[in-house]
């Protein structure tokens, strides 16, 4: 069974400041690593992907992997109240092209 | 780029009837398409795994004579709930996969939420 989990929040980080989303992992032959933000009502959007221990950075975001640790996350520089989203790990552990497993999510939000 | 649509984006149907989902990969060619539901509060859940000119691949305790898939060409996969109940009104939302390796991103349609009386 495979399972990816996170903290559901409420996570709540004042505007400007740095919000830190973790998640981790069960199958420990995961391949790839994504971040979706999910507005209410709304399907995911993806905001990066890593596959590779470190870290991987785009704009504001940065994504850490450690698969030692089967665990990784989302920082989030700069913080913006429409930030403010759910964001959800997933995780593909490959075999084919098989589907994404996702977590819970975790419910940020960005206090002005 | 990678722009998937998925029709109708809401649908309120009587119980027993029967309700066709659309997913359409709008510029370009998807082998493999995913459905996914999402209930209220929770995460999504892979249905079924899509691949065209072939049978779908169904989760465990996903019923498929229920759920009917269809994957009729390159762009378009189609979901089928046959014989809906209150319990199957969900967030449906299908994504599109542009290859089969493990960096390969699914991309989401915006989703059809299903509401049955």
């Known amino acids: 069974q495979k399972e990816v989990e996170q903290n559901s929040g409420p996570l709540s980080v004042p505007e400007g400041a740095i919000a830190s989303l973790n998640c981790t992992y069960s199958?420990?032959?995961?391949?790839?690593f994504f971040w979706y933000r999910q507005y209410s009502g709304k399907s995911p959007e993806l905001i990066m992907f890593?596959?590779?221990?470190g870290d991987k950075e785009d704009g504001r975001f940065t994504a850490q992997l450690n698969k030692a640790s089967q665990y990784v996350s989302l920082l989030i520089r700069d913080s913006q109240p429409s930030d403010s989203a759910t964001y959800l790990c997933?995780?593909?552990?490959?075999?084919?092209?098989?589907?994404?497993?996702f977590g819970k999510g975790t419910h940020l939000i960005i206090q002005p | 780029g990678a722009v998937v649509s998925q029709h109708p984006s809401w649908v309120i149907c009587k119980s027993g009837t029967s309700v066709k989902i659309e997913c359409r990969s709008l510029?370009?060619?998807?082998?493999?398409m995913f459905w996914y539901r999402q209930f209220p509060k929770q995460s999504l859940m892979l249905m079924a795994t899509?691949?065209?000119?072939?049978?779908?691949?169904?989760e465990q305790g996903v019923e498929k004579d229920k759920f009917l898939i269809n994957h009729a060409s390159l762009t378009l996969s189609t979901l089928t709930v046959t014989s809906a109940h209150p319990e199957d009104s969900s967030f449906y939302i299908c994504?599109?996969?542009?290859?089969?390796?493990?960096?390969?991103?699914?991309?989401f349609g915006p989703g059809t939420r299903l509401t049955v009386l």
């Open positions: 199958d420990r032959g995961s391949q790839s």
């Open positions: 997933a995780v593909y552990s490959g075999g084919g092209a098989d589907g994404l497993t």
């Open positions: 510029d370009f060619q998807a082998t493999t």
């Open positions: 994504s599109a996969c542009l290859g089969q390796g493990p960096t390969d991103t699914q991309y």
């Open positions: 899509s691949n065209e000119g072939s049978k779908a691949t169904y």
């Open positions: 890593i596959y590779s221990n």
